[in-house]
């Protein structure tokens, strides 16, 4: 069973319906003993930092998170919240990553929104397949700064990591559930850990 983390940040729906289109079985939670049972972990999110915050803390999902050793992947704004800090409202998140998430500088086109390319560093699990030339769909206006658990880079305006990893935990900063086939790769990728 893979559970999804439910913490009111948004696009739980399209991952959950990705999931199931590759045949596995999910639900979307947040009840600490159905993640923890859980044989792998997503962790997505559309929305803003400090509210999805407080929210995991309210519910000790903060702390659950960090004690996982099970596959985790963050996605988007799960990605973010696995960082240091985050400039969006100056928020304190879960520090699995050391790296602190800024706001792109303001121009005419920040949010980053679309499709975009992203440069792969090592051979990461996730990528197994997947081509450096891919496409995958982008939604944000912060980003994780680079750092040694960057594991593929994107450049928009500046460079970033467009995913990362450390131990069991994976992240993107784009969405697989809107990245077509490249992104339904990565996510059988992640569910055959």
Not at 30 to 40: L, M
Request: glycine share 6%.
């Amino acid at each position: 069973m893979i559970a999804i983390i439910k913490y009111n940040a948004g696009n739980t729906t399209s991952v959950k319906n990705a999931i199931e289109r590759l045949g596995f079985d999910c639900i979307v939670t947040d009840d600490n003993q159905q993640i923890r049972s859980a044989d792998k972990v997503i962790f997505p999110g559309v929305g803003e930092a400090r509210s999805a915050m407080n929210y995991l803390r309210e519910r000790g999902l903060d702390e659950l998170i960090i004690s996982l050793t099970k596959p985790l992947l963050g996605i988007c704004l799960g990605q973010q919240l696995l960082c240091k800090t985050s400039e969006e409202g100056n928020t304190k998140c879960l520090g699995v990553f050391d790296v602190e998430v800024k706001k792109f500088p303001a121009t005419d086109v920040v949010p980053h929104m679309g499709w975009n390319c992203h440069r792969q560093f090592n051979n990461s699990p996730l990528f197994k397949g997947v081509s450096k030339d891919d496409n995958v769909y982008f939604v944000h206006s912060y980003y994780c700064e680079l750092s040694e658990n960057t594991i593929a880079e994107c450049d928009y305006i500046l460079p970033f990591s467009a995913a990362m990893q450390k131990d069991n935990f994976y992240a993107t900063q784009f969405h697989p559930e809107k990245s077509a086939s490249v992104g339904e790769l990565i996510l059988k990728n992640f569910l055959e850990l």
